[in-house]
């Protein structure tokens, strides 16, 4: 659990966790990451409270998300680890007992499940649930779990694996690849977290231009790390965000162009006469709009 700035999110997340029922051991790592407010000191709580489950790491002074992730995944002792920001909150008391199961089960490097979003009173904005078949990396480079739906097997990181976690804005995303990359992965249908949307969030601070380059980057090392393996979805990856980047928020038409021109780049990959229609529809829309 990486927690900054968490104060009015974190009693839920931590109590989401402690009401788990398992027939196994588990623990709680919080990375605190030097926060302004009141959070470390809740964590602190919380740990004299249960010290034989909460691990708490209150880093001296801000390593921001990137490191203090790499951090504190580095202390988890476990053979699985489970995935829960401190303003998002499990809502089901054997989440992790039926995941864990699961996972056994089918011999899978990855499961995540369904969720709701939530603003910060907790009132639902959206149900997401996602389709259940057929999933596996070239899926996940498509569409993305919610964080806190996410169990992977623990592996050692690598030079290479830490310096893409260091880098990249969408650390839970190249997790996901890189596990996918690794074996099978599997999904449950039910609904067992819920991911707060607010306004101070990671995800709704980051400007979206920087964040659509940043993440097409991180898709270039996954790719150099897996060997090309996945070559072809991942520069579709990287072309539909240069679109949606160039439809949506793009600010000018220099910007515009710049990433319709990125688009290309990563090949237009057209093979009958339908496909290159499809492919100058796309090129005017995100130019000119609709």
């Known amino acids: 659990m990486l927690a900054y700035n968490h104060e009015k999110f974190i009693d839920r997340a931590i109590n989401g966790v402690l009401m788990q029922v ?7 790592v919080i990375g605190e990451d030097c926060s302004t407010d009141r959070t470390g000191d809740i964590c602190e709580e919380y740990q004299r ?8 790491r209150r880093n001296p002074s801000n390593l921001g998300m990137n490191k203090n992730f790499v951090k504190t995944y580095n202390e988890c002792r476990g053979e699985y680890i489970a995935f829960c920001e401190g303003d998002d909150y499990w809502t089901y008391n054997e989440k992790l ?3 864990i199961l699961f996972m056994d089960k089918l011999d899978l490097w990855l499961s995540f499940h369904n969720g709701r979003m939530v603003n910060d009173q907790g009132q639902l904005v959206q149900e997401r649930i996602l389709p259940t078949a057929n999933w596996n990396i070239n899926k996940l ?3 993305f779990p919610f964080t806190a739906t996410i169990v992977i097997r623990k592996i050692p990181l690598t030079i290479e694996t830490q310096s893409l976690y260091e880098y990249t804005w969408s650390i839970d995303h190249m997790v996901m690849l890189l596990h996918a990359n690794r074996g099978d992965i599997g999904m449950l249908e039910s609904v067992w977290c819920d991911h707060v949307y607010h306004k101070s969030g990671a995800t709704s601070t980051l400007p979206y231009g920087k964040w659509a380059l940043n993440r097409i980057n991180s898709l270039e090392i996954f790719n150099k790390l897996t060997s090309k ?3 072809k979805h991942v520069k579709q990856a990287q072309k539909e965000l240069c679109y949606h980047f160039a439809e949506i928020h793009a600010r000018g038409v ?3 162009v710049k ?4 688009a290309l780049r990563y090949g237009m990959n057209i093979n009958s006469i339908e496909a290159l ?4 529809f796309r090129i005017k829309v995100s130019l000119f709009g609709r």
Not at 49 to 56: H, S, V
Not at 259 to 262: D, E, M, S, T
């Open 22 to 28: 398992t027939d196994f051991s588990f623990e709680l």
């Open 49 to 56: 409270l249960y010290p034989d489950i909460i691990k708490l």
């Open 97 to 99: 007992q039926k995941q």
């Open 141 to 143: 480079l498509q569409i």
């Open 229 to 231: 393996r996945h070559n």
């Open 254 to 256: 220099l910007q515009k």
């Open 259 to 262: 990433f319709v021109a990125k």
């Open 277 to 280: 229609r499809i492919e100058i």
